[in-house]
Nanobody, 129 residues
Framework: QVQLTESGGGLVQAGGSLRLSCVAS????????MGWFRRAPGKEREFVAG????????DYADFVKGRFTVFRDNAENTGYLQMNSLKPEDTAVYYC??????????????????????WGQGTQVTVSP
């Protein structure tokens, strides 16, 4: 059972930046696809960004493209979400997720919640106007 622990959330003004971290409890994280999702108040959880287990491919929701960057350090069992140019509408609880995926095609990035087996507890990001 892989445990994921997010950190790095907080309160920031619009236009500011935050970096979220997701630390996995297992070294096998290097074979896991990783995704970031968020749930804003009153809304469904939605995909934000995902990255292949190798770190070689990633994808983003349209509303964060050009502002957010997902990357990982498999040697440290850690994934990251760098968030720049934050907007008030980015306010949400952010979750990281992971799934064993060593057989995924090299160009495949998981987007659906159902494709992930393990979830973190979430970290709150609040962007003030």
């Amino acid at each position: 059972q892989v445990q994921l622990t997010e950190s790095g959330g907080g309160l920031v003004q619009a236009g500011g930046s935050l970096r979220l971290s997701c630390v996995a409890s297992e070294r096998t994280f290097s074979n896991y696809a990783m995704g970031w999702f968020r749930r804003a108040p009153g809304k469904e959880r939605e995909f934000v960004a995902g990255i292949h287990w190798s770190g070689g491919n990633s994808d983003y929701a349209d509303f964060v493209k050009g502002r957010f960057t997902v990357f990982r350090d498999n040697a440290e069992n850690t994934g990251y979400l760098q968030m720049n140019s934050l907007k008030p509408e980015d306010t949400a609880v952010y979750y990281c997720a992971a799934a064993p995926s060593v057989f995924d095609r090299v160009d495949y990035v998981r987007h659906k919640e159902s494709e992930y087996n393990y979830w973190g507890q979430g970290t709150q990001v609040t962007v003030s106007p």
